[in-house]
């Protein structure tokens, strides 16, 4: 057998080997679940742009101005799809996971989605006419989109695991009499482990932010900024400057007065924000 057949059937029994793993698996079932909604959100961006846009798109042309109107038709679409794709994979993941595990209801999905978000930040600092404002209760952009996927991905992982554990220990489970629905008894017994699940995830992103002083995001941006540009490739932002300055309103570092209105609504749609610590 001549060595490109060697390699040939190497790679391929290490690439049946690797799809085998049950974590990957589950992310690409939850990404094949995910597609039609990366294909919205992506025909979403290039109509909003190439049609609907004022300046470079056709209804820059004057008998085409109307279009310009329809797009914030486009931009919700964008918004629904693509700037919560993370939150979509992390509920797919964690449902796709719980089934491996032999957990064939819904909430391994909603247990993960609950844990990523025990480990996000969701209190900014934002600067508005100068002043400084506290906006609490929000959760930015960029936890919901692409850019946590990784952070996503680990806590789903991380959290059904530790779930489907509990759960499979029998000392942990409310017996409820033989009357009560089965739906109902199902969720009884999932009571226990949740509360471990949510507490101990909750916990470790207090601890981890407590000891090294960044959050979880943070650390894993770092750790896949530093391989990307191993790799020649050059991550978009700065997590670690977003959290030294203050955040302004606006796109990025520049100042958009027509922000300036609702810090709050500002502060769901900016890209970088600085988010105060624990």
Not at 85 to 108: H, Q, T
Not at 183 to 197: E, H, K, M, Q, W
Not at 213 to 240: K, N
């Amino acid at each position: 057998m001549a060595l490109q057949d060697k390699l040939i059937d190497a790679l391929g029994r290490f690439a049946t080997t690797f799809n085998s793993y049950r974590y990957i698996m589950a992310i690409k079932s939850a990404f094949i679940t995910l597609m039609p909604v990366i294909i919205v959100g992506a025909f979403s961006v290039l109509i909003s742009n190439m049609v609907l846009d004022p300046k470079n798109g056709l209804a820059s042309f004057s008998s085409l101005s109307f279009l310009a109107a329809l797009k914030p038709i486009t931009s919700a679409l964008n918004y629904a799809t693509l700037n919560f794709l993370n939150i979509g994979a992390v509920f797919l993941i964690g449902i796709e996971l719980g089934r491996i595990n032999g957990i064939k209801s819904l909430f391994p999905g909603l247990l993960a989605v609950i844990c990523f978000i025990c480990v996000t930040p969701t209190t900014v600092e934002m600067m508005v006419d100068g002043q400084m404002h506290v906006v609490k209760d929000v959760l930015l952009r960029q936890f919901s989109d692409t850019r946590s996927l990784f952070l996503g991905m680990f806590i789903a992982i991380l959290s059904v695991e530790i779930y489907c554990w509990l759960e499979g220990r029998k000392g942990l489970k409310i017996k409820m009499p033989d009357t009560v629905p089965p739906n109902v008894s199902a969720s009884f017994s999932a009571l226990i482990p949740a509360i471990i699940t949510t507490t101990a995830i909750a916990t470790f992103g207090f601890l981890f932010h407590q000891l090294t002083g960044m959050y979880l995001y943070d650390a894993v941006y770092q750790v896949v900024a530093a391989a990307a540009g191993a790799g020649g490739a050059e991550p978009a932002g700065d997590p670690a400057a977003d959290v030294r300055r203050p955040a302004v309103l606006g796109d990025r570092h520049s100042r958009q007065p027509d922000d300036q209105a609702d810090p709050r609504a500002a502060a769901a749609g900016s890209d970088h924000r600085q988010y105060e610590r624990f």
